[in-house]
């Protein structure tokens, strides 16, 4: 008979360690290593040839397959970010910090669902049904079909669904409050909220019903709870937003039936969360074109272009080491871009704290935004504002070359569309042909630039930036270059 042998395993990150400890080498975690037998594990019978498996047919990869039918709540930029809508029986993970709107966001989506004759519950483990109530009372939602409950454990709410029609969409807030009478752990637990996770997800597989978990967001932005149930989820959403501000933003971060690069907009109103139409517009409301240290960067969102201000400041500093900061930027990013400046435009920043913001919390990611980054860097540092209406986007190399980034002919229509006059952008491929270190392997990018070079666009004048060096010259000498561009 073969030999059950026990074995530690983390609850929370799954690793398995040789004996009982404290706290997790793995994912750092404290108390979550459980001693699991691996005789009773999934797979155990099999390797022992206890028990026969029932015999299955395995099918090829040529099998014709239906497009998956999508559940859309209408809302688009919600849609937009579960990749064109709920796919029904996928298992949806909703992570945010308190009080960012998860709760709002959802019973708006469970309205609009129910709007359409749906069936929608809404189980709240955190609220009692009256403060749900209100709050769909305050966004005018109080007449909409939605169920509610406030109920925590697994088996009574699925013992509950089972009696009626079978819900398109279930929506639990949140999962740390759910617990199983499966599972021994207090709830709250990492085994609880696995177990819990784990009855919801075969609940959502067996009816076909789309459910969605919130989940509770750790200080440093982690779902809190086990790891294992973002691997569990087929989608991994994350609602931010800044302190103070109105909008918020909707990512997936893991998405088995769509894109994973697409964001949803919105703005946290009085009555509730509304989409935002004409995000370009919002990112820049608050700009100041004539301070130095300002420069609009034309992103690329997923699919959509993005007008976005990137702010930086260079101060003296006092400390031996002066510091860098960023808030929405890589700051490895940030190194790079300083690096580059000091040694191939010989500016000198080792006596200057640099702090770079992305305005409004966005998070940019693009290499294309170094060009912003440094054109920011470079007006706050001179003093002399960027040219009035200017856009900027382009990677800055090692060599200090500026490099031509996908997606021009977008970006420059959008800012044109917002009324921007100017651009700089990198130099066209052709250009950029003789010298290796270009990037442009890629066919499709080069016919890209290739296009916004060889025809103009009306509205934008496009001023080409070789490298850092005549970037900063363009920056430090803005009266020449205006007499010559301005006749
Ligand atoms: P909530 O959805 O409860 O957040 P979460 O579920 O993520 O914890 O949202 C709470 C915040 O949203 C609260 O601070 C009040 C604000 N809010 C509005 O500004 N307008 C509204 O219409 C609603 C319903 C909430
Ligand atoms: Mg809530």
């Not at 420069?295 to 003296?316: D, K, N």
């Not at 100017?422 to 630039?449: H, L, V, W």
Request: include cysteine; hydrophobic fraction near 45%.
């Amino acid at each position: 008979m073969a030999k059950s042998r026990a074995s530690f395993i983390c609850q929370n990150c799954g690793a398995v360690a040789p004996r009982w400890q404290g706290r997790c080498d793995a994912c750092g975690a404290w108390n979550s290593i459980a001693e699991e037998s691996l005789a009773s594990g999934i797979g155990a019978q099999a390797a022992q040839g206890a028990a026969k498996g029932r015999v299955f047919s395995l099918s090829g990869l040529d099998t014709e397959t239906e497009s998956l039918p999508r559940l859309t709540s209408g809302i688009s930029e919600f849609d937009r970010v579960t990749g064109g809508g709920f796919v029904p029986g996928s298992v949806l993970l909703l992570g945010g910090e308190p009080g960012i709107g998860k709760s709002t966001l959802l019973i708006q989506v469970c309205a609009a669902l129910a709007r359409q004759k749906r069936r929608v519950v809404y189980i709240s483990g955190e609220e009692a049904v009256d403060q749900v109530r209100l709050r769909a009372q305050r966004l005018d939602l109080a007449q909409s079909a939605v169920e509610l409950a406030a109920e925590t454990k697994v088996e009574d709410i699925i013992a509950t669904l089972h009696e009626g029609r079978c819900p398109a969409l279930l929506i639990i807030d949140s999962i740390q409050t759910m617990w199983t009478q499966a599972a021994e752990a207090v709830p709250g637990t990492v085994t609880q909220v696995r177990a819990a996770a784990q009855a919801l997800i075969r609940y959502a597989k067996t009816t076909g019903a789309t459910v969605i978990l919130i989940g509770h967001v750790t200080k440093d932005g982690q779902i809190a709870g086990p790891r294992v149930v973002e691997h569990m989820v087929d989608a991994v959403i994350s609602f931010e937003g800044e302190g103070g501000r109105d909008f918020r933003i909707l990512r997936a971060l893991k998405n088995r039936f769509g894109p994973t690069d697409e964001i949803g907009l919105f703005e946290m109103t009085g009555r509730g969360l509304s989409e935002v139409a004409n995000p370009s517009a919002l990112f820049l409301s608050g700009r100041d074109l004539e301070a130095p240290g300002t420069a609009v960067f034309a992103g690329i969102e997923g699919t959509r272009p993005l007008l976005v201000e990137i702010q930086a400041l260079a101060a003296p500093s006092s400390l031996p080491t002066p510091r860098r900061a960023t808030v929405g930027f890589e700051p490895n990013r940030l190194a790079m871009i300083i690096a580059v400046l000091e040694a191939r435009a010989g500016l000198r920043l080792g006596q200057h704290d640099i702090y770079l913001n992305v305005a409004g919390g966005l998070k940019v990611n693009e290499p294309a935004a170094d060009l912003a980054a440094a054109a920011a860097l470079v007006s706050s540092l001179t003093g002399h504002s960027l040219p009035k209406g200017s856009v900027f986007f382009g990677e800055i190399g090692l060599s200090g070359q500026i490099r031509p980034v996908a997606h021009s002919l977008p970006r420059l229509k959008e800012a044109a569309k917002l009324g921007f006059s100017r651009a700089m952008i990198p130099a066209s491929a052709q250009e950029a042909d003789d010298s290796p270190k270009t990037s442009d392997k890629n066919p499709k990018i080069a016919d890209k630039n290739k296009d916004v070079n060889s025809e103009p666009l009306t509205d934008i004048r496009s001023h080409i930036c070789g490298d850092v060096a005549s970037l900063v010259a363009a920056i430090a000498a803005p009266a020449r270059r205006d007499a010559r561009r301005d006749p």
